[in-house]
């Protein structure tokens, strides 16, 4: 029996982030993975979501606190790291069926401009992930920074979708009565901080 196969598309997206340009005078912040998630969700016999995340990742925040739109993300997602608590589904998902860890071991973002779209802003960037980049848009919302025990942080949130077929996640098993085995549609979500780095 297969298991949901392109969920882990998800998140990857999201803590992978990089940026193609240099931002001068903005602060550096590095994302703490201990107090970050990375996770996902996708529809599994079109009842119910089947929800995993990602263990390993890193992440920069080049952040410009006077115009937001100057900052910029990098950073990268370790696929084998997926985590669905089921062992057997998460071994499918790093097959070459699906993700295919062993010729596409990380999933990247690079971010190529913030836009301040009706006092919110949007993350817009490529994704990257089995060989396949898209240009994806992610809202997100950033708080502080605040100090704490002498350390500068900031929080962050972000949450977006993607279609796990524009990454070569063709899967498709159909159920007896019709519908997927495995939904296209994948909800990625971020929340963690990321610690300002100093020099």
């Known amino acids: 029996m297969r298991y949901s196969g392109g969920l882990a598309i998800v998140l990857a997206v999201l803590v992978g982030l990089g940026s193609v340009r240099v931002v001068f005078g903005a602060d550096r912040y590095q994302v703490d993975p201990s107090h970050t998630s990375v996770s996902f969700a996708v529809r599994h016999l079109a009842i119910y979501k089947v929800r995993g995340q990602f263990h390993e990742f890193t992440g920069t925040i080049?952040?410009?606190?006077?115009?937001?739109?100057?900052?910029?993300l990098e950073g990268a997602i370790q696929v084998d790291s997926i985590d669905t608590e089921h062992a057997k589904r998460d071994a499918d998902l790093r097959s070459a069926e699906f993700f295919d860890v062993e010729r596409f071991p990380t999933i990247t973002f690079t971010s190529q401009r913030v836009e301040n779209r009706d006092k919110s802003y949007v993350l817009i960037g490529a994704l990257s992930l089995r060989g396949v980049s898209k240009e994806v848009a992610i809202p997100f919302t950033l708080t502080g920074p605040v100090v704490h025990l002498g350390k500068a942080m900031l929080g962050f949130e972000a949450s977006f979708e993607i279609n796990r077929k524009d990454f070569g996640m063709t899967y498709a098993k159909g159920m007896d009565a019709g519908g997927l085995v495995v939904g296209n549609t994948v909800r990625i979500e971020l929340s963690g901080r990321a610690v300002k780095q100093e020099g």
């Open 62 to 72: 080049r952040y410009e606190e006077a115009d937001i739109t100057q900052s910029a």
